[in-house]
């Protein structure tokens, strides 16, 4: 109640006048008219900590013409996350998702429908979806290990996002998407994730290469889901999954969603449910192979729940808490998203400090998880800070912020959490893996934040044979 009562209090005293409260502190360094932007572009996560251990819980820089502020700490990500649409505003923000989800969707949608459209996503996240889901995430890391074979080398990031790619194609969208996953869905959906960039925030409907790739890519997939829609109307076939859900839902006036609008929606989902999953995947294989000793009881873990369990269940899952706990960790190390961006369409107040209207509010979860007074040793992995006594997440409602916050926090978190937990309960079951080289740098140049590439793993299927079923 005390965090609540500080956000409605400050929300308050933002419709104050703005003559007695102080301007933001600069981050110092900045450059004539371009301002901070070579130091983010190079390095944005030591630049925005640079800004924390300077100023504190709000800092001023300047990207090109663009004004932000940094909110960092619990205290200030109250404030960040508990502000109404109209005064912080995430649609003025991330149009740059337009062009891949399409018209009427998501950030393009009036509030209400896109409050709607969420609404339908709320079936496909229930505990009955998660069951079925399960299993499926049981046997699409079971196709993938059959291909891997004895021994060999693997690309991590690549196969992981092989992977989730057909999680999630068959968990969100339908079969019949999974199964053209090889027939060219798998190609489109990377041109789209490659439209998400740094140059397409600022500039979506730029002419270059991404952008044009990107706009090919989402006709290809408007028609490949367009055929499957046209195929079930024509049979009457009417399987259990969320386009299926989408085909039949009705906004509350009674219309029905067209099809871009399905396509659209479905692309929001299989985003939020498929690339910070693959990215936040590769990083807990890779920190799980660096700690040798949490690795073992993440092992001895799954020894003792699958000699009880017949099969990997949603229920099985649950029991891992040991393996989340790592995911957990990763989640905190490496944040898929680095910074989370609102636009002030009204001044914010906090604490002796105005955010004027026009600024661009940021929090960035790559430095908010690494604050010594919220996280012990911050830069150490250490998964048992999540487990009691410790529960270092739990003193603040807003410590842990990977999956974001308020309303616009992320609904497939606990989707994103059982897909990383059956994978790797997998794999690791099946295989012993080792990374030869140096423990990889994050990629800056991506929006969504995996290691630099290639990262190699070599694998050597363990003889004692697979006890996880």
Not at 96 to 107: E, L
Not at 385 to 412: S, T, V
């Amino acid at each position: 109640m005390g965090h609540r009562s500080h956000s409605v209090a400050t929300l308050r005293s933002a419709r104050l006048s703005p003559t007695a409260a102080k301007a933001v502190p600069v981050l110092a360094g900045g450059w004539p008219l371009i301002g901070h932007l070579l130091d983010f572009q190079k390095e944005p996560v030591s630049m925005l900590s640079r800004g924390w251990r300077e100023h504190g819980e709000l800092v001023r820089f300047r990207l090109g013409p663009r004004e932000f502020v940094l909110f960092t700490g619990p205290e200030a990500h109250d404030l960040y996350f508990s502000a109404p649409d109209d005064q912080l505003n995430a649609k003025a923000v991330y149009q740059f998702t337009v062009p891949i989800f399409g018209r009427g969707v998501a950030y393009d949608a009036a509030p209400e429908i896109m409050d709607e459209q969420l609404g339908f996503l709320f079936p496909a996240l229930r505990e009955a979806a998660m069951r079925r889901f399960a299993r499926i995430m049981f046997e699409e890391t079971s196709l993938f290990a059959d291909t891997l074979g004895e021994d060999g080398e693997v690309d991590l990031p690549a196969a992981m996002n092989e992977l989730t790619v057909n999680i999630a194609s068959r968990c969100l969208i339908g079969e019949e998407v999974r199964d053209q996953v090889d027939a060219g869905f798998a190609e489109a959906y990377h041109d789209l994730q490659k439209g998400i960039n740094t140059l397409g925030f600022f500039l979506p409907r730029l002419p270059i290469p991404a952008h044009r790739s990107r706009d090919r890519a989402r006709r290809r997939v408007a028609e490949l889901f367009g055929r499957v829609m046209t195929a079930r109307r024509l049979s009457g076939a009417r399987p259990d999954d969320f386009m299926q859900t989408l085909m039949h839902a009705r906004y509350k006036d009674g219309r029905a969603l067209s099809d871009d609008e399905i396509t659209g929606i479905l692309l929001t989902v299989l985003f939020a449910g498929q690339h910070t999953s693959a990215v936040l995947a590769t990083w807990t294989g890779l920190e799980l192979l660096r700690a040798p000793s949490y690795l073992a009881r993440v092992r001895d873990e799954v020894q003792d729940v699958y000699r009880e369990a017949e099969a990997m269940s949603l229920e099985s899952l649950k029991r891992q808490v040991t393996l989340e706990h790592a995911v957990r960790e990763c989640e905190r190390l490496h944040p898929p998203l680095i910074m989370l961006i609102r636009k002030v369409l009204k001044p914010v107040r906090y604490r002796d400090y105005i955010v004027p209207a026009g600024t661009l509010a940021m929090v960035s979860p790559a430095v908010s998880h690494r604050l010594p007074h919220v996280f012990a040793d911050p830069e150490r992995f250490c998964p048992d800070r999540f487990a009691p006594p410790a529960c270092e997440d739990k003193q603040h409602q807003y410590a842990l912020i990977g999956f974001g916050g308020g309303k616009h926090r992320c609904m497939g978190k606990h989707f994103a959490y059982l897909q990383l937990k059956a994978i790797w309960t997998v794999l690791l079951d099946r295989f012993d893996f080792h990374l030869d080289t140096a423990f990889p740098a994050p990629n800056y140049g991506s929006w969504v934040t995996g290691p630099e590439t290639p990262c190699l793993l070599r694998y050597r299927r363990r003889s004692q044979g697979s006890i996880v079923r």
